[in-house]
């Protein structure tokens, strides 16, 4: 049986034409198979999100995170509240014990196989994946992007192929974050990688976030 509480982290993601959307609140509260979620974030108004849109439902509860297919029963984005319909049964998976380390590092990133480059800045990272800053919007043709890390020490280029898990806009300052999961890096990548880690790690005034 699902191990989640009232207060817990959910996110609810879906796609606008190419755009991956996640939106962020707190269980509100639950009985199936509808579940109520108040956004902490700024809402949608543009009228995209409506009754009958399938999303994938994802809350971190425990010492895992749920995952479940829905539909959308009511979206009030002047009160932030959504309410869904949990299709089916929810899919657990184990929280992964990566260690996140704040930083500031810039980096370039473009959908696998697409010529445009986009630059941002990495604002966390693990060694699993990371949490990236663009300064505008960035339409995904496809979810799987190549991304080159500018280390700070040397400038040396690290590179990896990762896996948009979700995308948000951001409420205090222009621009969205990007989160990543990576899936590919070759054998010298992973060693730069290690090293990159651990400037990181090892900085003076840089700790490991906790969840």
Same mark, same amino acid.
Request: proline fraction near 2%.
């Given at each position: 049986m699902p191990v989640f509480h009232v207060g817990d982290p959910v996110q609810? #993601?879906?796609?606008? @034409?190419?755009? !991956?959307?996640?939106? &962020? @609140?707190?269980?509100?509260q639950m009985v199936r198979p509808l579940m109520e979620v108040h956004l902490t974030e700024e809402p949608l108004h543009n009228g995209a999100v409506k009754p009958g849109m399938c999303v994938l439902v994802v809350i971190s509860g425990g010492t895992g995170v749920y995952t479940a297919e829905a539909s959308i029963q009511q979206y009030r984005p002047h009160t932030g509240q959504v309410v869904v319909a949990v299709n089916g049964s929810f899919r657990f998976q184990q929280r992964r014990q990566h260690e996140r380390y704040r930083c500031d590092m810039q980096v370039r990133l473009r959908v696998v196989g697409d010529a445009e480059? %986009?630059?941002?800045?990495?604002? $966390?990272?693990?060694?699993?994946?990371?949490?990236?800053?663009?300064? &505008?919007?960035?339409?995904?043709?496809?979810?799987?992007?190549? %991304?080159?890390? %500018?280390?700070?020490?040397? &400038?040396?280029?690290?590179?990896?192929? !990762?896996?948009?898990v979700r995308t948000s806009k951001l409420l205090e300052e222009t621009g969205w974050e990007v989160g990543v999961r990576?899936?590919? /890096? $070759?054998? /010298?990548?992973? %060693?730069?990688?290690?090293?990159?880690? &651990? #400037?990181?790690?090892?900085?003076? @005034?840089h700790e490991p976030i906790h969840p």
């Open positions: 609810i #993601h879906f796609k606008l @034409g190419n755009t !991956a959307i996640a939106l &962020q @609140g707190k269980l509100a480059w %986009i630059t941002g800045t990495c604002r $966390d990272i693990s060694a699993g994946g990371a949490r990236i800053y663009l300064p &505008q919007e960035f339409v995904l043709r496809s979810n799987t992007l190549e %991304i080159v890390f %500018i280390a700070p020490t040397n &400038q040396q280029a690290v590179r990896a192929i !990762a896996e948009v990576f899936t590919e /890096m $070759d054998r /010298m990548e992973k %060693i730069r990688f290690a090293r990159l880690l &651990q #400037h990181w790690a090892s900085a003076e @005034g």
